[in-house]
């Protein structure tokens, strides 16, 4: 059963009083959100806009918003994710670009974009209780359709701007069952609960949620991650299993979470990004949870490799620092720049033949990071093809944030490298050379930067540190040389201002 009719059977069948979402000590039972879902859809058909229809929602970690995901996905339309962290400039120019019928959101995230909605759609308001109201606009005489594409995510990308990634139902339906997010045969709906804290417009936030809906599990969400609430959750709870980012790991240890709080607990998920061995290994001796990466990419709808428990029993201790072993589904190869094939333990370009991707188990997929496989099957990451920073798990590209700061008038020339960073992996830095002739104090014109960064760019995309220089540190082919500017940077932080 694919996901689609997984959801029209919950919505049909599941007991309307039994709890399917817990949102700030409250609970959503399968009856309200049935409720919300039918408010939504009927919103939708009277939009004029059918199945196979692109809806976008500016998706929140909301209950209302879950039922707004629902709605789409069990109509048989489009779900096209739009990120909430966007400043409305470029929220707008996201909505331009992806020429949606429809945009679902929350009056705060609607009223800046509203005029660009309503040029080729319409802006349809979702209150806390899932109330949907029309805004303004109508939908295009024969608006885009994608049938047979569950959801659209927009992802950073890795050589180039931000791109829009179509998962096919195919995808998303071998995803599930790739990692058993599938329900018992002799139940409906199960007890366990499943704690999402991070952002349902990303890839992970939103699998987790769309996982523990398909196994019918019941679902603890958090508007955004917070140690002690996130804490609380799980002594309320007592899973066995929960997902945090490398991010997380290290909140929980750096707050002195007491062991005795976490005790339900025999695994953590771990994705987004690479999570360093030591702090793996730190969380699994302080809390005798085990630590399972896994790696992915949106590409594929979720992880196509990672570790199992039973992996890390035997092996962890010599292979601390893997990706963990291809999941049954996937298979991995490391290849040259031509595509030959390397020999086992070579460093290239990794690439994925997966059930998971856009073209199906038949072909290989190249990614953009570098690694090696080695004897007995472990997939080792050692970087990345291209210059994306990845910050706690979110893609960063060097080339928006310098436009940016560029635009700036005392700005001649800026450049964005990652500095390493013990909690979130990496964090953007950025140099600015001034125009000749350009003289201001130099701590007034950082906090202008930054003030425009913020305004511009999402949380996420600000420089952590910007440093103002006479000349960018180059290379012989006069080429910013990014390895310099982290050392300047890095020689420059006690006295520059950062964020």
């Not at 995901?69 to 909505?95: E, F, G, K, M």
């Not at 025999?266 to 969380?283: E, I, N, Q, W, Y």
């Not at 094939?341 to 953009?368: F, I, P």
């Not at 952590?464 to 006479?470: F, M, S």
């Amino acid at each position: 059963m694919g996901i689609r009719d997984r959801l029209r059977e919950l919505i049909r069948e599941a007991p309307a009083e039994a709890p399917v979402v817990e949102f700030e000590d409250d609970w959503w039972t399968w009856g309200r959100l049935h409720r919300a879902v039918e408010t939504i859809t009927r919103a939708l058909d009277d939009a004029g806009v059918g199945a196979g229809a692109r809806v976008g929602l500016v998706l929140e970690n909301r209950p209302e918003h879950i039922a707004a995901l629902v709605a789409v996905l069990a109509s048989d339309r489009t779900v096209v994710t739009l990120s909430p962290l966007q400043p409305d400039a470029r929220l707008a120019a996201d909505v331009e670009r992806a020429s949606l019928p429809v945009v679902v959101g929350a009056a705060t995230k609607l009223a800046g974009i509203v005029d660009t909605v309503t040029v080729g759609g319409v802006a349809l308001e979702l209150d806390q209780d899932a109330d949907v109201s029309v805004r303004a606009g109508s939908p295009s005489a024969g608006a885009d359709t994608a049938p047979g594409v569950a959801i659209e995510m927009l992802t950073s990308g890795t050589t180039g701007p931000p791109k829009r990634v179509r998962l096919s139902d195919r995808q998303l339906d071998e995803s599930l069952v790739s990692s058993g997010q599938v329900a018992r045969e002799d139940r409906l709906l199960s007890r366990a609960v499943t704690i999402a804290a991070t952002p349902m417009v990303h890839i992970g936030g939103m699998w987790r949620v769309i996982g523990a809906l398909s196994a019918g599990r019941r679902i603890a969400l958090m508007a955004k991650f917070a140690v002690e609430p996130w804490v609380t959750a799980v002594e309320r709870h007592r899973p066995k299993a929960a997902g945090l980012v490398p991010a997380g790991l290290r909140a929980v240890l750096d707050a002195g979470t007491p062991p005795a709080r976490l005790s339900s607990l025999k695994a953590v998920t771990s994705g987004t990004t690479a999570c360093p061995p030591d702090l793996a290994d730190r969380f699994w001796r302080t809390y005798g949870i085990r630590v399972l990466m896994t790696y992915g990419a949106t590409e594929f709808a979720g992880a196509v490799a990672g570790w199992t428990y039973s992996m890390h029993e035997q092996w962890w201790e010599k292979k601390a620092g893997s990706a963990g072993r291809a999941f049954g589904n996937s298979a991995l190869r490391i290849t040259a720049p031509d595509g030959t094939e390397l020999a086992t333990g070579d460093v290239g370009h990794l690439e994925v033949r997966t059930g998971q991707s856009a073209v199906g188990s038949a072909e290989w997929v190249r990614t953009s990071d570098l690694a090696r496989i080695d004897a007995d099957g472990f997939l080792w990451i050692e970087g990345r093809a291209d210059d994306a920073i990845v910050r706690g798990g979110f893609k960063v590209q060097p080339a928006v944030v310098s436009a940016v700061l560029e635009s700036h008038a005392a700005v001649r020339e800026a450049a964005v490298a990652a500095l390493p960073h013990e909690r979130l992996g990496a964090v953007p830095v950025a140099g600015v050379e001034l125009e000749p002739g350009a003289e201001m104090d130099r701590d007034a014109l950082v906090a202008e930067l930054v003030a425009l960064c913020r305004h511009e760019l999402t949380p996420y995309e600000v420089p952590a540190h910007v440093v103002v220089t006479d000349g960018l540190p180059r290379t012989p082919s006069s080429k910013v040389s990014r390895v310099d500017l982290v050392e300047l940077v890095r020689s420059r932080i006690g006295a520059t201002a950062g964020v």
